[in-house]
């Protein structure tokens, strides 16, 4: 599958002017950028193009590209970490990308390396993981998985280290900052990201689906199915490298650095990505396709005898609305959705079996 970022041509414009209006998308759009978005392939870049940093892009770059319970030190209010992707990181990228047009991106540190494990383990039998780039905030995850499994992609960006941290909380905050912004650097490389966590079971390859969609600017899985205003799972999502896919990340990545450094000079309080990529989806007309509500489930699956009644069988089920991995990996033992042995150093099944 090619994700070119580019829509069906032909009757783009009318099917466009329609789909904005029922939205009530009426933003102003710049006609090089609409040509451009139009018409962007993913190509091959220089190197000297690949290593431009996101804070430093170049025209050329530009032109190219128009839950959850983690893990890390707690924030202190001093100056946020200034995030530069290191060469590895695109390297791999560029790497993967030449492979499947996309890349499948996972965020973990030492204190999710056992979750990170279980879930390597489930989707093994997928033909996934040759396609999915391992990003470590600190050194001891980086080499639990490189020693565990050395045929991983696995790159270390640093931020933080391994103390672990509760959903909504400051350091956890912070985190899915620097995860924004990581992501905002791949998709300024015009390379398609599907963001996916661990904490979550695989009964069924999920890129079956992704690869319908390569048409669209998102393709996502309701947090709150079964409600009229969906609200997406920022941590399983597809963002196709389209101009508005990129300016939409863009002003997500900005509006979070804006409210990190009011925490960190005292003025503010940090925020989580969530809500804030909701509501950019909403207001900057993007094309999002929503994943089948009878196969994509949230956590809610686990506690609604209901949606277990549902006759077909689920393809991915997030292990969210609960807090704290312990608890996460007590209810995925408990549902035969644990793939780790109690030594931590064998797989122990996967639904392929």
């Given at each position: 599958?090619d ?21 009530g ?18 190509e ?12 430093h ?8 590209s128009?839950s959850?319970s ?40 030492l ?17 996934v ?17 490189r ?15 391994s103390?672990?941290?509760k ?19 791949i ?22 689906f ?49 409210i ?5 000079n005292?003025?503010g ?64 033992k408990?549902?035969n ?17």
């Amino acid at each position: 599958m090619d994700y070119s970022g580019q829509r069906s041509v032909g009757s783009e414009d009318k099917m466009n002017e329609s789909w904005r209006a029922r939205s009530g998308f009426e933003a102003e759009v710049d006609p090089a950028d609409r040509k451009l978005y139009q018409t962007t392939k993913y190509e091959k870049l220089s190197p000297t193009t690949l290593l431009v940093l996101p804070d430093h892009r170049s025209q050329e770059i530009r032109q190219h590209s128009l839950s959850r319970s983690m893990v890390t030190k707690p924030a202190t209010k001093s100056t946020p970490t200034k995030l530069e992707p290191n060469s590895g990181l695109l390297s791999t990228v560029e790497k993967i990308k030449g492979l499947k047009g996309l890349v499948i991106m996972q965020f973990l540190n030492l204190g999710y390396i056992n979750m990170t494990k279980s879930w390597i383990c489930n989707v093994e039998c997928m033909n996934v993981l040759p396609f999915t780039i391992f990003i470590t905030s600190d050194s001891q995850a980086y080499w639990a998985l490189r020693e565990w499994k050395a045929h991983l992609n696995v790159v270390l960006q640093k931020f933080g280290d391994s103390k672990s941290m509760k959903f909504q909380e400051d350091a956890y905050n912070e985190f899915m900052c620097y995860r924004v912004r990581v992501v905002d650097s791949i998709l300024n490389i015009s390379v398609a990201v599907f963001l996916v966590e661990s904490d979550a079971v695989w009964l069924a390859n999920p890129m079956d689906f992704i690869d319908r969609y390569s048409n669209v600017d998102i393709v996502a899985t309701a947090n709150n199915a079964g409600r009229e205003n969906k609200r997406a799972m920022a941590g399983f999502i597809f963002l196709n490298a389209t101009s508005w896919t990129y300016r939409m990340w863009k002003k997500l990545r900005e509006r979070l650095d804006q409210i990190s450094a009011a925490y960190h000079n005292g003025t503010g309080r940090t925020a989580g990505d969530m809500g804030i990529l909701n509501g950019l989806i909403k207001t900057e007309g993007l094309k999002i396709q929503w994943l089948p509500e009878d196969q994509f489930f949230s956590g809610q699956w686990y506690r609604k005898p209901e949606l277990r009644d549902i006759p077909k069988q689920p393809v991915v089920i997030q292990n969210n609305y609960i807090v704290g991995n312990d608890q996460k990996e007590e209810r995925a033992k408990q549902w035969n959705h644990w793939f780790l042995s109690n030594s931590t150093k064998e797989c122990i099944g996967n639904p392929c079996r």
